[in-house]
């Protein structure tokens, strides 16, 4: 090989070096609106003194659309990353991993571009989940099989409004057979839940559409079904309570509903206890079968209403991409490691809305399943 040839090689393994040092990674996640804003926290921390940007600018732990980029030297060098996220609801996450049809007059959501603009792909890289897949009308023995890293333990509350009416004030607790008979009709007398023969005005039901883990949980731990129709109401533009055949597509809708003090009728609505935080600053939270939510009531099996936090992954996602998950130090449990899972277990040991998996002293098998002691 001649000297020309040697320093031609030379300098296209040199830029080859360099392209490959400077490449972007670009992740794209999508799923649980009720765990935003845990993810949320959980990106900006994994980026840290790395982190350059954050589109929109005013984004904050309840935007359904965030794209974070700059560097996060632990796993990617000086390599810039780029995640962009835009949740929707866990069932429509999963949908999009395995490549299944939308349903009817569903559409994945879009993603932001750093200068704000509307990134035209659709396809998810990974997805966040308050089910398990198996809950879901997609299920591994039907569709691909989805890696599942559980990620923590998200939590829900049935919640009032706050619509100002003396029976509502008395509207404390629901019980899961109270709460099998609202999700039928969608609405029943106040006095179903005050005891009261007096209290004749009605009280309906506001939740999320069929493609929400939030409304898995909910039906799966009363013993409804999980993936059973369940009937809704909204508001109309006079605030009266109009029926919803579809369902809101995230909390941040539902807690619109529950915060409208113009409404004509009062509401009771599924939330994560995220956005339930957000109604009269979690004062609207009603006891589920006499117990009130609490971390160490759902920490000491108390309290029910949970469900495992997934992180699902696209089958033959890139082991670059995958390191976004399980970081660069890959312990045999990757809650241990320097990525997102460990980013997001941290994040827990200090939210006052969902829990860390190593605190839990009860588990599940299953959606809605008994639960037993560890």
Same mark, same amino acid.
């Given at each position: *090989?001649?000297?020309?040839?040697?320093?031609?090689?030379?300098?296209?393994?040199?830029?080859?070096?360099?392209s490959?040092?400077?490449?972007?990674? =670009?992740?794209?996640?999508?799923?649980? =609106?009720?765990?935003?804003?845990? =993810?949320? %926290?959980?990106?900006?921390?994994?980026?840290?003194?790395?982190?350059?940007?954050?589109?929109?600018?005013?984004?904050?732990?309840?935007?359904?659309?965030?794209?974070?980029?700059? &560097?996060?030297?632990?796993?990617?060098? &000086?390599?810039?990353?780029?995640?962009?996220?835009a949740?929707s609801?866990?069932?429509?996450?999963?949908?999009?991993?395995?490549?299944?049809?939308?349903?009817?007059?569903?559409?994945?959501?879009?993603?932001?571009?750093?200068?704000?603009?509307?990134?035209?792909?659709?396809?998810a890289?990974? @997805?966040?989940?308050?089910?398990?897949?198996?809950?879901t009308?997609?299920p591994?023995?039907?569709?691909?099989?989805?890696?599942?890293?559980?990620?923590?333990?998200?939590?829900?509350?049935?919640?009032?409004?706050?619509?100002?009416?003396?029976?509502?004030?008395?509207?404390?607790? !629901?019980s899961?057979?109270? @709460?099998?008979?609202?999700?039928?009709?969608?609405?029943?007398?106040?006095?179903?839940?005050?005891?009261?023969?007096?209290?004749?005005?009605? !009280?309906y039901?506001?939740?999320?559409?069929?493609?929400?883990g939030?409304?898995?949980?909910?039906?799966?731990?009363?013993?409804?079904? @999980?993936?059973?129709?369940? &009937?809704?109401?909204?508001?109309?533009?006079?605030?009266?309570?109009?029926l919803?055949?579809?369902?809101?597509?995230?909390?941040?809708?539902?807690?619109? !509903?529950?915060?409208?003090?113009?409404?004509?009728?009062?509401?009771?609505?599924?939330?994560?206890?995220?956005?339930?935080?957000?109604?009269?600053?979690?004062a609207?939270?009603? &006891?589920?079968?006499?117990?009130?939510?609490?971390?160490?009531?759902v920490?000491?099996?108390?309290?029910?209403?949970?469900?495992?936090q997934?992180?699902?992954?696209?089958?033959?996602?890139?082991?670059?991409?995958?390191?976004?998950?399980?970081?660069?130090t890959?312990?045999?449990?990757p809650?241990?490691?320097?990525?997102?899972?460990?980013?997001?277990?941290?994040?827990?040991? =200090?939210?006052? %809305?969902?829990?860390?998996?190593?605190? *839990?002293?009860?588990?599940?098998?299953?959606?809605?399943?008994?639960?037993?002691?560890?």
């Amino acid at each position: *090989m001649n000297s020309f040839s040697s320093k031609v090689l030379l300098l296209s393994a040199t830029l080859g070096l360099a392209s490959a040092a400077h490449a972007q990674v =670009t992740v794209y996640l999508t799923g649980s =609106t009720a765990f935003r804003s845990q =993810t949320f %926290n959980s990106v900006k921390a994994l980026y840290g003194a790395g982190l350059t940007s954050v589109t929109p600018a005013n984004a904050t732990t309840s935007s359904s659309k965030v794209t974070y980029t700059g &560097t996060i030297a632990a796993l990617y060098g &000086t390599q810039t990353v780029t995640i962009k996220s835009a949740f929707s609801g866990s069932v429509e996450g999963i949908v999009n991993l395995v490549g299944a049809a939308n349903p009817p007059g569903v559409t994945q959501p879009n993603y932001l571009n750093v200068d704000g603009s509307t990134d035209s792909n659709t396809v998810a890289d990974l @997805a966040l989940s308050d089910v398990f897949q198996d809950t879901t009308d997609y299920p591994s023995s039907v569709y691909p099989s989805l890696a599942d890293a559980q990620v923590g333990v998200v939590c829900f509350a049935w919640t009032k409004s706050v619509v100002a009416t003396p029976a509502l004030a008395n509207v404390s607790n !629901i019980s899961h057979q109270q @709460a099998q008979q609202l999700l039928a009709s969608g609405t029943v007398p106040l006095s179903f839940f005050t005891g009261n023969a007096a209290d004749t005005g009605a !009280i309906y039901l506001a939740g999320r559409n069929k493609l929400s883990g939030t409304r898995l949980t909910f039906q799966a731990d009363c013993g409804f079904g @999980a993936n059973s129709d369940a &009937t809704l109401f909204k508001l109309d533009a006079a605030k009266a309570p109009a029926l919803d055949t579809a369902g809101q597509s995230g909390g941040g809708n539902v807690t619109a !509903i529950l915060n409208d003090a113009a409404a004509t009728a009062p509401f009771i609505g599924t939330l994560g206890t995220g956005d339930s935080s957000t109604v009269a600053g979690g004062a609207n939270r009603l &006891t589920y079968n006499g117990v009130a939510f609490s971390k160490g009531a759902v920490q000491n099996g108390q309290y029910s209403l949970w469900g495992y936090q997934h992180l699902f992954a696209k089958p033959g996602l890139s082991a670059t991409k995958l390191t976004l998950i399980k970081g660069t130090t890959k312990p045999a449990d990757p809650v241990k490691s320097n990525g997102l899972v460990n980013a997001i277990d941290t994040a827990l040991s =200090t939210s006052a %809305n969902n829990v860390q998996l190593s605190t *839990m002293k009860v588990g599940r098998s299953s959606d809605g399943s008994p639960i037993f002691p560890n």
